[in-house]
């Protein structure tokens, strides 16, 4: 078998007014998912003080959310494939919904932590089997490539514009409002679903791999406990390092296990593609390095150049708004130059408008985030659709609930694992900084300067990484 990547000159086909309707359901849920991955950012001290969720702890609002959003991917997927991606979509979103209210009435950081994590759940449920209707609704070729560019400048434009949000409604509403916009987003889709979505799901279902399935959603749970906890607490404690060698084991054991299952959770086979290794590697690494640059620059904005919370929020949402057309240009340019490319080149954009930032500072900071940092959410979003489009070309229908489960393990590993590198590389700097007599102000200048230099250098490597080995080439591991 070899891998195929969308060919550039398949002619174009007009989707029916069922499939458009059936996109825009899609994108609304995944829409009120991304948005959740942000919004609650700016809110955090109020939530604390609200709830009584100490300082110390506050971390715990996103990292309850994220433990169960990337640990249960690739198993969600799976059981999209088995028992109906329809039905388990539906599940999903009334788990988020109903979580979210739970958020919106929480009397304690008990509730309030539980709720986060039964809205990650049921994240982790909606999004793979939403990416896996998606794919297996719209045609390899350019109707799918365009169905997948509106529904990648939608994700990340969710996350972006969850930080304005967030700011707005946190300053007018309070905090809870961030919760309950999610029940009231989800609603209207748990209406249309069943009139619109017939059920998917393979000819044949493949049997549960429940060694394989325990191995890799542990070992992904540790990482990110591990991770998230790092980042906020010291790489040297306990429950860190115990984390951190937990992960290990943890894929170590899944890679004996699906070596040896008749079948595998995730076919071995099929991460021997380079289209779907390399394009997941291309995702994981945009996803990462533009969520670790509005951290970094969010930062600078509030910390270096003193603005309130709503204005940052509203600058992050200018720059997305501004970069919000080029998830479907990006499907344009897809179906003439090709995936691997326009992955390529998205990296490469994103990188170099992301290392210009370097020269931020007081002063000319605001003029910079609002050109730059559209350039590389621009860049940002190209590289979403393309990634996208590469990871799952290819594939049988039987799948495609497997593909998008790695590609949205992808997203979350990414989103999960690029603010905590980052920031430590920028705290690294900082403490040396003042290590050698510079003002707070300085150091954690200088921080941010050496984080987003970091950022910039990590997605131009990735770029270079697509154009060497991304290239579609006759594959003899899966003959």
């Known amino acids: 078998m070899?891998?195929?990547l969308p060919s550039p000159t398949a002619p174009a086909t007009r989707p029916?007014?069922?499939?458009?309707?059936i996109l825009i359901l899609l994108c609304a849920a995944q829409f009120a998912i991304s948005i959740d991955f942000s919004i609650l950012n700016v809110a955090l001290p109020s939530l604390g003080a609200d709830l009584g969720l100490s300082a110390a702890n506050l971390q715990w609002a996103v990292t309850a959310f994220a433990l169960p959003s990337g640990g249960f991917l690739l198993l969600a997927g799976r059981l999209g494939d088995l028992v109906g991606r329809r039905r388990m979509f539906l599940i999903g979103l009334v788990i988020f919904a109903a979580a979210s209210l739970l958020a919106t009435l929480a009397v304690g950081p008990a509730m309030f932590l539980t709720a986060r994590a039964l809205q990650g759940l049921g994240a982790a449920i909606t999004i793979p089997t939403a990416?896996?209707?998606?794919t297996t609704n719209f045609?390899?070729?350019?109707a799918r490539n365009r169905a997948l560019g509106i529904s990648g400048m939608i994700l990340s434009l969710g996350f972006t514009l969850g930080m304005l949000l967030g700011g707005t409604l946190t300053s007018t509403l309070g905090w809870r409002s961030t919760m309950a916009l999610n029940v009231i987003m989800a609603i209207p889709v748990l209406i249309a679903a069943p009139l619109l979505l017939?059920?998917?799901?393979?000819?044949r279902a493949p049997r549960l791999d429940i060694p394989g399935a325990v191995t890799v959603t542990g070992g992904l749970l540790a990482l990110?406990?591990?991770?998230?906890?790092?980042?906020?607490?010291?790489?040297?404690?306990p429950d860190v390092l115990i984390g951190l060698v937990a992960a290990v084991v943890g894929f170590v054991a899944f890679a004996i296990v699906e070596n040896r299952a008749a079948e595998p959770l995730v076919s071995l086979a099929i991460l021997r593609r380079r289209t779907v290794a390399w394009g997941n590697l291309g995702g994981m690494a945009t996803f990462s390095m533009a969520s670790s640059l509005t951290f970094l620059l969010t930062l600078f904005l509030q910390e270096v150049d003193g603005l309130s919370p709503f204005r940052s929020g509203l600058i992050f949402g200018v720059t997305g708004l501004g970069a919000a057309g080029a998830g479907v240009l990006a499907s344009r340019m897809i179906n003439?130059?090709?995936?691997?490319?326009?992955?390529?080149?998205?990296?490469?954009?994103?990188?170099?408008?992301?290392?210009v930032m370097i020269m931020i500072g007081r002063g000319n900071g605001v003029v910079l985030v609002l050109i730059f940092c559209t350039a590389a959410f621009f860049g940002h979003m190209f590289s979403v659709v393309s990634y996208g489009v590469a990871a799952t070309s290819g594939l049988p229908n039987r799948e495609q609930g497997l593909a998008t489960g790695l590609l949205t393990t992808a997203q979350q590993v990414g989103l999960t694992l690029g603010i905590p590198i980052m920031s430590a590389i920028s705290a690294a700097r900082s403490a040396g900084l003042r290590a050698d007599g510079a003002t707070p102000t300085q150091?954690?200048?200088?921080?941010?300067?050496?984080?987003i230099a970091a950022d910039g250098a990590i997605l131009v490597v990735a770029a270079i990484l697509m154009a060497a080995f991304l290239r579609p080439r006759a594959d003899r591991s899966l003959r």
């Open 198 to 203: 017939t059920e998917s799901r393979p000819a």
């Open 16 to 21: 029916s007014v069922r499939a458009r309707l």
């Open 131 to 134: 990416m896996a209707l998606l």
């Open 336 to 355: 003439r130059f090709a995936a691997h490319r326009i992955l390529t080149v998205g990296l490469l954009f994103q990188g170099l408008a992301t290392a």
């Open 443 to 451: 150091a954690m200048l200088g921080g941010l300067q050496s984080g």
């Open 139 to 142: 045609a390899e070729g350019p």
């Open 224 to 237: 990110i406990y591990a991770v998230s906890t790092g980042s906020e607490h010291g790489w040297a404690r």
């Open 2 to 4: 070899t891998d195929v």
